[in-house]
């Protein structure tokens, strides 16, 4: 899945520990779904969402 989530980090001038603090995951979690390496949970996505607010799919692409 394709997603947009470091560049908006970035935006915010967030560290991967910073919005993994906000979103009570492992700073390598925030990394392996920067990566492509991880998909999140439904619930996670959605709180992602939130934390940066805006729509899931602004955020996450499913790759067809």
Same mark, same amino acid.
């Given at each position: 899945m394709k997603n947009r989530l470091?560049?908006?980090r970035a935006e915010?001038?967030?560290s991967q520990a910073?919005? *993994?603090e906000q979103?009570? $995951?492992a700073r390598q979690s925030v990394n392996a779904i920067e990566n492509g390496k991880a998909d999140p949970s439904l619930p996670l996505g959605m709180r992602i969402a939130r934390v940066f607010?805006?729509?899931v %799919? *602004? $955020?996450f692409e499913? %790759?067809?």
């Open positions: 470091r560049v908006l915010k001038g967030w910073e919005l *993994a979103l009570n $995951i607010g805006l729509p %799919e *602004a $955020i499913d %790759e067809v």
